[in-house]
């Protein structure tokens, strides 16, 4: 569903949001399109268990757990920290995602770097048995094909795409996707620029752009602007950001307009990629730091 946000801009400028967060109640946004594909690849090799990988308050971990429950699989869950595995109950992500039956397993940071070697993979399947692996964050070439189907006819009138970007695998989707005359732009909620070959893995063509600096200084890092400028969004256009990554990527995309990046007339498009179940975890975060909370209807 796309929804016109009605902010006076100079030059005509339009700006809509196509509200991906709506899809699903637990499986939303570009979550549910990188899941599509594997889920249905998944049961045609007949495979019972899935097996990934992610953070404390991972997006991908949370609708893995949810997905796999509604389709019928076992699920597993590699956790970055062992530290961790005492506090799931103060974890509304983990906590969630075992209650929809996944299984957590804690590793250390420096065993979790090795999530990606072989002989690591081996030893999982030793003590799980077969499972179907979906990679940290979902990205593969399936969920790249899920991703391409994010836009639609109707977006054809859009000069810009706006995305954020974790692993790439959303953007690399709405690269081979979007129309001749189209842009993307792709705003990393990481710090740093090493997500350019990673995408080009994927992408078939070179419209897009990567916009490094609205991180607000790494993956998970916010600050009192953003909060307000999330906040100020939500009562001005009833729709909820997550400050991980969609809040980033609008508070970017809005900064550049007024800076005079677009030119006069241009029609953006911002895709919502939704995330918002990462929301409760991070409001502890900020109580514990006195920062005011992320206001959300969810």
Known sequence: MNQELHIPFPNTISLTIKREDLIHPFVSGNKFRKLKYNLLQAKAENKKTLLTFGGAFSNHIAAVAFAGKEQGFKTIGIIRGEEIASKIEENPTLKFAQENGMELEFVSREDYRLKTEISFLENLKQKFGDFYL?????????????????????????????????????????????????????????????????????????????????????YGKVNLELIEFINAFFEENNVPLDPIYTGKMVFGVIDLIHKGYFPADSKILLIHTGGLQGIEGMNIKLKNKNLPIVKTNV
Do not use: M
Request: net charge negative; with cysteine; aromatic share 10%.
């Open 134 to 218: 979906i990679p940290e964050g979902g990205t593969n070439e399936l969920a790249v094909k899920g991703c391409e189907e994010i836009l639609t006819d109707e977006d054809s009138v859009f000069d810009y795409v706006c995305c954020a970007v974790g692993t790439g695998g959303t953007i690399s989707g709405l690269i081979n996707s979007a129309l001749p005359h189209q842009k993307i732009l792709g705003f990393p909620a990481l710090k740093g620029d090493f997500l350019q070959d990673e995408i080009r893995i994927f992408a078939q063509n070179e419209r897009w752009t990567l916009i490094l600096e609205y991180h607000f200084g790494g």
